[in-house]
């Protein structure tokens, strides 16, 4: 991989955003090899994010080009601004959306202001430099000032609108910026990895990194180890994978304890993770049963659940019912899935009361699902819906997070302890390839539509029921392991007492 440096490439909103996440990312952006971009529903998510806020927004449909701002449109899209940096750069934008404001422009007594939606609780300095950018290019645009931008977000829990100035500070953020920007286009080969790789999991060009971490030995590839973390050891000289597994636990804990006693008592199981991982072998951490729940059980709930995180939604409840034959083995090939929707029109206590006669029906049934999110979700429903305290109770025991139980009863040699990491590595397979939880979601959102009388395609909820399903059922795969693996070791003991 390499690029001829060129430092009359324009300098793009898009680059500008992708530079401001990840300075790598930007320069994949421009030279790196397109067909090794990996698709993700990120991006599909934020538009179609987008195209709901600015509905809101908007009284009517907005016009579109230089056409709809002479004619001065309320909202005008389908712009393309260019213009000069603050040191000469070429520039361009394409506004997602310009609102019209009060004021004196070359089009009348009217004069524009850019517009973009944003996800998340707060604004970032992603959406604060994208505004000032536009900004810019639209004061020598409609020749009038542009002083502040908007940020709009929450259609769906009721549109939330924030003034982001536009001048002063912001525009000198923005040329430096730039030139950083300019400064990273211009190098021969990619800037270097990130150190905290949490969020590479929305880019598209996670692939193409996930071979460079690997191959260089990354330390943000031990399971463990974030941003913060992989500078105390870089300070300490461990700087990859196999320097980790290589030092002496106690050692490098007294000298963790200099940036905190915390990080000293986490030495022994960073080194740990660091040699299984380099090793690719598993290291049991408790001989006692992982999943002592199941030794009697006459079945077990597989649960899951779908959610829409904007909207602060979960609208789809997964189970699959599995139990045991006649011989006490678990029955897979019987096992059946059964889809709960929770929709906004039916309302949560019809959902509830739906979900409380399933689990009453299996009352002596764990359910087991993979993370704190369904255990959390189910307990506050079950509150907000006025459950007694021993419901809640003897619900709190069934649930079982087999995500937990891995953690706690072993050491795997994979840099994330996440569902699809471990069930992938016990060779189990999703039906879907490629979908995550951010396909299942924009699936949701397009059979959904606007309401009752607005559904999208049937083919989208089958879709997101038979990820759901697939999810359940690796849940299942990582438990049948532990299962296995507490088996594995009873037999081992008998022998040994033979012996």
């Keep these: 991989m390499g690029a001829t440096p060129c430092s009359a490439n324009v300098l793009t909103d898009r680059l500008l955003r992708s530079w401001v996440r990840c300075r790598r990312r930007a320069w994949l952006d421009r030279y790196g ?11 599909t998510l934020q538009l179609d994010d987008q195209q709901r806020n600015f509905v809101a927004l908007l009284p009517r449909k907005p016009g579109r080009g230089l056409d709809a701002c002479s004619q001065g449109a309320a909202g005008v899209v389908g712009l393309r601004l260019k213009g000069l940096g603050p040191a000469g750069q070429s520039l361009e934008a394409h506004p997602p959306l310009l609102q019209r404001v009060e004021g004196r422009s070359r089009w009348g007594a009217f004069a524009y202001r850019p517009v973009l939606a944003r996800q998340g609780r707060r604004l970032t300095r992603e959406h604060r430099l994208t505004l000032a950018l536009v900004g810019r290019l639209l004061e020598t645009l409609q020749e009038a000032p542009v002083v502040e931008g908007l940020a709009v977000a929450g259609a769906g829990r009721g549109l939330h609108i924030e003034r982001v ?8 953020q923005l040329a430096d910026a730039l030139a950083k920007l300019a400064g990273d286009l211009a190098l021969s080969e ?11 999991k929305l880019c598209s060009w996670r692939g193409v990194c996930d071979a460079v971490a690997a191959a260089e030995g990354h330390l943000s590839e031990v399971s463990g180890i974030g941003h913060r973390r992989r500078q105390m050891l870089q300070e300490l000289g461990v700087l990859g994978l196999r320097d980790l597994a290589a030092v002496d636990p106690g050692d490098l804990g007294s000298r963790l304890q200099r940036f905190g006693e915390q ?4 030495a022994h199981q960073l080194v740990a993770q660091a040699r299984v991982q380099r090793d690719g072998s598993c290291e049991r951490l408790d001989p006692s049963p992982a999943l002592p729940e199941l030794v009697n059980a006459p079945g077990v709930l597989l649960y899951d659940i779908e959610s829409d995180p904007d909207a602060r939604d979960d609208f789809l409840h997964g189970f699959v ?18 889809p709960f929707l929770v929709l906004y ?5 019809s959902g509830w009361q739906r979900l409380q006669r399933m689990l009453k029906s299996y009352p002596d049934w764990p359910v087991m699902h993979y993370g704190e999110t369904e255990s959390l979700n189910l307990l506050r429903m079950a509150q907000r819906q006025g459950a007694e305290e021993t419901e809640l109770t003897a619900l709190r025991l069934r649930l079982i997070d087999v995500h ?5 009863y072993w050491r795997l040699p994979l840099n994330s302890y996440g569902l699809k990491s471990v069930a992938s590595w016990l060779h189990f397979r999703w039906h879907q390839v490629g979908v995550d939880g951010a396909q299942a979601l924009l699936w949701w959102r397009q059979w959904r539509g606007s309401g009752p009388r607005d559904r999208g395609c049937s083919h989208s909820l089958r879709w997101i029921f038979e990820y759901n399903h697939d999810d359940c059922l690796a ?21 040994k007492q033979d012996g």
């Design 475 to 495: 849940t299942w795969a990582v438990a049948a392991w532990l299962l296995k693996q507490d088996q594995m070791l009873k037999q081992d003991e008998s022998l």
């Design 165 to 172: 100035p536009l001048t002063g500070g912001l525009q000198r």
């Design 263 to 266: 990080h000293g008592e986490v």
């Design 33 to 43: 090899d397109g067909e090794q971009r990996l698709w993700t529903a990120h991006r």
């Design 321 to 338: 019912w599995l139990g045991r034959r006649p011989d006490g083995s678990w029955d897979l090939q019987g096992a059946k899935y059964h």
């Design 404 to 408: 937990d139980r891995v953690r706690r």
């Design 190 to 200: 990619p800037p270097p990895l990130v150190a905290d790789r949490r969020k590479c």
């Design 345 to 349: 029109e039916h309302g949560e206590a």
